[in-house]
């Protein structure tokens, strides 16, 4: 069953995670290696202040290694963040976290305490893979549908690495449109909360601009698409997907693209890079000033409206 954020949600997972924050040593995130900017919490930087972080791109066997490699060079510089991606396909990669923990946290090791860190991250992305992985058994429960790690225990990883118990599952992106989109691609937000083809047809756009050639390899497509809809339609013909009368069924050829991107079908592709998510950011912050500007206006206004009817009282 899937977490629906709602303001009180997000306020209780922040109050948890501050009350926690002093007894943790590092942090680290888990971010989707396809989606490193839509699948990151803001509030993790807030909240972690000047503590080491690890930023672990997981699920990276499905996204675009050159890609991915830009990513971890613009985390480290942009952030000061140690970043390295994983898959947890390769446990014997998972094993290597708490090397990466020891050397960012030198003087915890020299007094021979354990490494107190807590594993954060938005639904989907692998925690609870990865935790089970580094603890050798199932601790917390796995699954394809988004939010399934209810709780964390305190868990004594035994090679000195302690995991914090809270619950370490943030809220995705909320303030950014082509976000929501990439994480719904993803399947890190449930399907039935967009419009399904519609996020089919985010997916086909960026596919036909940033892999042309793997899409028209997997889908034995000769010529190029001009457009989203063509290339699901496309999908649809080779693949059968037709509706009584012969037209194309559009929701079957939107789930065809959908669940072999999602399984690496397709092949090994982001959804974004580090140049789109500069630009987006600064979109999303001249929005939130918009707003903002907004607010107070309406403040203003309400304001002298008030100190007008006390002068005619
Ligand atoms: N291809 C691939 N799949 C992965 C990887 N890591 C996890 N998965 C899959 O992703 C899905 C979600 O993994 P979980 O470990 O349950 O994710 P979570 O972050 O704990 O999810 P919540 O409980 O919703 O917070 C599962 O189907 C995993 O098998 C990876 O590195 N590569």
Known sequence: MAIQWYPGHMHKARKEIEEVMPQVDLVIEVLDARIPYSSENPMVAQLRGDKPCIKLLNKSDLADPKVTEQWIEYLEREQGVKASAITTLQPAMVRMIPDLCRKLVPHRDVIEKDIRTMIMGIPNVGKSTIINTLA???IAKTGNEPAVTKTQQRINLRNGIVLSDTPG?????VDNEASSYRLAV??????????YEDVAMFAAEYFLKAYPEMICERYKIDN????????????GRKRGALRPGGRIDLHKASELLLHEFRSGKIGQLSLETPAMAEIEKIEVERIMAEKEQARL?????????????????
């Open 136 to 138: 050798g058994r199932v």
């Open 169 to 173: 599952i943030l809220w995705p992106k």
């Open 186 to 195: 993803t399947g890190a937000i449930k399907d039935t909360a967009m419009e």
């Open 224 to 235: 190029l698409p001009n457009s989203d809809f063509e290339l699901l339609e496309e999908i």
């Open 297 to 313: 206006k309406k403040l203003e206004l309400s304001k002298l409206k008030q100190s007008g009817k006390r002068h005619q009282g």
